[in-house]
Every structure is written in C-alpha cells, then in structure tokens.
C-alpha cells in the first residue's frame, strides 16, 4: 500500500493519503509514540526559548533537559521507557524534529510557526518506513525497544 515511492509530504491531508487510508495506518504502538515524542520535544524547545526570552540562553543544556522536561509536562521522561540510557539517544530517534547542538543544547530544525501540525505526522511515516528498511535490511539496531506499559502508564 503506498510503499513505494510515494511522497508523504506531498499529501494533502494526513487522513487520507488516497482511497481513503491515513498516513498512519500501518503504525503501531512505538510509531505513536515517537510522534507524541516529536512533538513534546520541538514544544519544549519553542516554550523554553519564549519564557526565557534570553539571547545569551539559546535552549536547554543537556543536563538539565530532565528537570525542565518535568517542569513543562509534569510528567517525568523515562528514558529507558524508550529504550534508551541518555537524552543525546532519546534525541537520535526524533532527529528528524530535533537535535543536540556542539554546546549540548536542545535544539528543533522545526519553525514555531507552524500551520499545520501534519509535519509530526509525515514525519514520523517518513522514519518508520526508513526503520522498517533497515530492519527488512538486517539491521538489528534499527529494531525499537519501548516499553508499553511504561509508556502508556498515566503520569502521577
């Protein structure tokens, strides 16, 4: 269905990218989330560079994306609930959305301005069509690990 060849940022509705099918209709529990993940994480850039509204203050260092993780969503970023033991790993597998720059700062290649928010959804398509070939391909690394049930778990 749609595999290949076919340019999901050329579709004009993420609901239905012909006859009737959504991007999204072959994602599974690990798609999802990357795309709640996308998204937090180019939120929490944009946010934090207009509270701040500090120049010498570019983003979030690496080291205390953790704490302002928290403070913003009020929820805690189980690294491992990814299947990853740091953020530079948890960046890697949204790094189509965002990146660590040389001075460890959180960064988005994404424009706050948006006008519409399809670009997580094409995006996400995008990277599980890029894993399922590397997978198809052999390699073992491309296979996610996320844990379900820490994931789905509500916040406390």
């Not at 006859?19 to 939120?43: C, H, I, M, N, S």
């Not at 301005?113 to 690394?141: F, P, W």
């Amino acid at each position: 269905m749609f595999e290949d060849g076919f340019d999901v940022f050329g579709v004009s509705d993420v609901c239905d990218m012909g006859q009737g099918v959504p991007v999204f209709a072959q994602w599974t529990f690990e798609d999802w989330a990357l795309l709640g993940l996308r998204f937090e994480l180019t939120a929490l850039v944009h946010a934090f560079r207009r509270d701040v509204n500090d120049a010498e203050r570019a983003g979030i260092h690496v080291d205390h994306f953790t704490f302002y993780y928290n403070r913003y969503f009020r929820k805690a970023c189980n690294l491992k609930s990814y299947g990853v033991e740091s953020v530079a790993e948890l960046v890697g597998l949204v790094s189509d959305s965002v990146y660590l720059s040389p001075q460890q700062v959180l960064c988005t290649h994404l424009s706050e301005e948006l006008d519409s928010v399809d670009i997580y959804a094409e995006l996400t398509e995008e990277a599980r069509r890029e894993r399922h070939l590397q997978i198809d391909s052999g390699n073992e690394k491309a296979v996610l690990k996320f844990s379900q049930a820490h994931l789905a778990a509500p916040s406390a």
